[in-house]
C-alpha cells in the first residue's frame, strides 16, 4: 500500500515563507512525475507545480519566480519552497505522484503497475 503524507502547511505572513514537504512510503518501485496541487473552496484543484523524474519542472504563472519544486528521490520526497507569499496562496495544498509498484513477474523482470497517488493535503494559510 502506497500513502503520500503532507507536511509543513500552517501561517504564513504577506511576504513570507512556508515549506511543503511530501512523502512516499510503501513498496513503492519506482516514481515517474511528482506535483503539488492547490484548491480553495468550492473550486476545482490547480497545479501549482510539477518536477519530471529528470528535474524538469514546471510551475503556474501564478508562482512563477516565487515557488520552487524539488524532489529528493532517495526518500521518495518532493517539496515546495513558497516565497514572498500572497493571502491568495492560502489554499489547501495536495501532493501527487505517479508509482509504480511491483504487480508480480514476467520472464524478464518485474511487472509493474503505475498508479497516480495522492496525499490528504495540508492547510496554508496567509495573513496580511
Known amino acids: 500500500q502506497v500513502q503520500l503524507v503532507e507536511s509543513g502547511g500552517g501561517l504564513a505572513q504577506t511576504g513570507g515563507s512556508l515549506r511543503l514537504s511530501c512523502a512516499a512510503s510503501?513498496?513503492?518501485?519506482?516514481?515517474?512525475?511528482m506535483r503539488w496541487y492547490c484548491q480553495v473552496p468550492g473550486k476545482q484543484r490547480d497545479l501549482v507545480a510539477a518536477?519530471?523524474?529528470?528535474?524538469?519542472?514546471n510551475y503556474a504563472d501564478s508562482v512563477k519566480g516565487r515557488f520552487v519544486i524539488s524532489r529528493e528521490d532517495t526518500k521518495h520526497a518532493v517539496y515546495l519552497q513558497m516565497n514572498s507569499m500572497k493571502p491568495e496562496d492560502a489554499a489547501v495544498y495536495y501532493c501527487?505522484?505517479?508509482?509504480?509498484?511491483?504487480?508480480?513477474?514476467?520472464?524478464?523482470?518485474?511487472?509493474?503497475?503505475?498508479?497516480?497517488?495522492w496525499g490528504q493535503g495540508t492547510q496554508v494559510t496567509v495573513c496580511s
Open positions: 510503501g513498496s513503492i518501485f519506482d516514481i515517474d512525475d
Open positions: 501527487n505522484a505517479r508509482i509504480a509498484v511491483i504487480d508480480g513477474e514476467h520472464e524478464d523482470g518485474p511487472a509493474l503497475r503505475w498508479d497516480v497517488y
Open positions: 518536477v519530471t523524474r529528470f528535474g524538469v519542472v
